[in-house]
């Protein structure tokens, strides 16, 4: 019997033989786990003197700490963040606009800014603009993150079925308006983990500032790592376990938050009205839309020569 129309059940040989590769992956794992445990180990990463660096004070919240790296780490990962998701909505919007003058430049500048390595885009930025590690490192994710957060956008809003564009352009919305109102807010809603996702994605990526001399985490804890191994190191490999507690601390609790919005975002609303007393889900247009459609006085014209908005 078929469990999806994309794909048959398995039967019980193919159950069989799941569970038997599970169990060797599983045993391969541990058996390398343990290898690599035995291998720090022997190396000294389990010694008490290798970890006594932190419990200085001056190494967590002196004036190159590492809390002033995960600092500056939060904040570039923060403005990025905010500014990739403006920069997705325009490319969006633009990207789905009915004049090809103005969707085929934003494809060739989409794709580029996709094909282009992040880190390359931030050498691009600190030479040619002499921005400053800092500012080469934001508008490098800003830009990158953006294409694709645009392009989720616009994949969200071509799902969408035809007649909520027509419905849109029925009640006398401008195809931006159409866009702005009735589109973009469902594309939002839906391609929410995805784009959720990609800002963990871009908050690991703000590590390759490190390369172009960001005060991060990363290059704050390899000067630390350089500066107690002259009063009798080693400590890199120490410096390394911590930091990584600290992404992986960050990234799992953003990873939960991100499970817990799409839970509830993916949850069916009952009991909702719209503002004519419909049903939340028989019309999911905007409120303006639906305010416009229950006040006929408040229909606006169709502004003339407008070549935003995607097409049906």
């Known amino acids: 019997m078929s469990g999806s129309v994309l794909f048959d059940a398995p039967g019980p040989n193919a159950i069989r033989r799941s569970r038997l590769l599970s ?13 690599a445990v035995y291998q720090l180990w022997l190396g000294g990463a389990f010694y008490q003197d290798r970890w006594d660096i932190f419990q200085d004070p001056a190494l967590w ?18 403005i990025a963040a905010v500014g990739a998701m403006i920069l997705g909505v325009v490319f969006a919007i633009l990207r789905n606009a009915y ?23 931030m050498l691009f930025i600190l030479i040619v603009f002499s921005t400053g590690a800092y500012w080469a490192v934001v508008w490098a994710l800003v830009v990158y993150n953006g294409a694709i957060i645009g392009e ?8 969408l079925p035809k007649g909520q564009r027509e419905s849109g352009l029925a ?7 159409t866009t702005l109102e009735i589109e973009l807010p469902q594309a939002l809603r839906i391609m929410m983990p995805i784009i959720l996702a990609q800002l963990i994605v871009l908050l690991k990526d703000t590590s390759l500032g490190y390369i172009v001399g960001s005060p991060e985490i990363i ?7 350089d500066f107690y191994d002259r009063q009798g190191g080693p400590y890199a490999l120490s410096m390394f376990f911590v930091m990584l507690a600290i992404f992986l601390g960050i990234n799992l609790t ?3 938050i991100v499970r817990q919005l799409t839970k509830r975002m993916s949850r069916p609303r009952r009991g909702g009205r719209n503002l004519d007393g419909t049903p939340t889900a028989a019309i999911p247009l905007s409120t303006r839309a639906l305010r416009e459609i229950k006040d006929p006085q408040a229909e606006t014209t169709r502004l003339p020569g407008s070549g935003l908005g995607g097409q049906g």
């Open 23 to 35: 169990i060797v992956f599983a045993v391969v794992a541990v058996v390398a786990l343990g290898i």
């Open 61 to 78: 919240f002196g004036a190159r700490g590492l809390m002033v790296g995960l600092g500056t780490t939060l904040s570039i990962a923060g």
């Open 99 to 121: 004049s090809p003058w103005v969707r085929v430049p934003t494809t060739v500048v989409l794709e580029f800014f996709r094909g282009m390595p992040v880190l390359l885009m």
């Open 152 to 159: 989720a956008l616009r994949a969200g809003m071509k799902s």
């Open 171 to 177: 009640i006398g919305l401008t195809p931006l308006r």
């Open 219 to 225: 290059r704050i804890g390899r000067q630390l790592v």
């Open 254 to 256: 953003l990873s939960a």
